[in-house]
């Protein structure tokens, strides 16, 4: 247990279906982040959320829409998403200052079909 | 950010010392550099940090030269469940928090 919660586990969804990733974390931290990781590749950075402003996004196509409401809190929501979509999509948390230790969720696993 | 270089795989067997070794060539002063761990289908877990000489902890060690050009992840006595993936980071001590980046990493794998 990491002190980071990331529902639902694993996801099947269709091209046209809207669906929503949720993370929460426990820690007290006031960054956090989303991540996607393909099979067989590095994980990549796809958003970075540090006292609820969004301060990165790393060239994420627009069907990927992050929500973060409150600093324990980070949806990612999805809309009209492809097949190369599938993969893990990993929430980490971390304090925003000083030495940073990332704490990271067990992650979804999504299929896009 | 300095750019870490990893060897891409690693075999060993159980009860050997590992020792895996990470070059960040163009580390700067501020830097410091953090191992994680991970697992199939679960998100990386954290290992160890240093930033000079050794650091030990009830998992690992971490030996960083003194030029900290590269950095050594030893795992004592390594066991089957100790087969993952393991990634090198090198961000700096303020304002790295939204630019750490995840290399391909290692993959160990220990043989019975």
Known sequence: ETGVTQTPRHLVMGMTNKKSLKCEQHLGHNAMYWYKQSAKKPLELMFVYSLEERVENNSVPSRFSPECPNSSHLFLHLHTLQPEDSALYLCASSQERGVVIQYFGAGTRLSVL | ?112
């Open chain 2, 1 to 112: 950010l300095a750019k870490t270089t990893q060897p891409i795989s690693m075999d060993s067997y159980e009860g050997q010392e590992v020792n895996i070794t990470c070059s960040h060539n163009n580390i700067a002063t501020n830097d410091y550099i953090t191992w994680y761990q991970q697992f199939p289908s679960q998100g990386p877990r954290f290992i160890i940090q240093g930033y000079k000489t050794k650091v030990t902890n009830e998992v690992a060690s971490l030996f960083i030269p003194a030029d900290r050009k590269s950095s050594t992840l030893s795992l004592p006595r390594v066991s089957l469940s100790d087969t993952a993936v393991y990634y090198c980071l090198v961000g700096p001590l303020e304002g790295g928090y939204n630019k750490l980046i995840f290399g391909a990493g290692t993959r160990l794998a220990v043989h019975p």
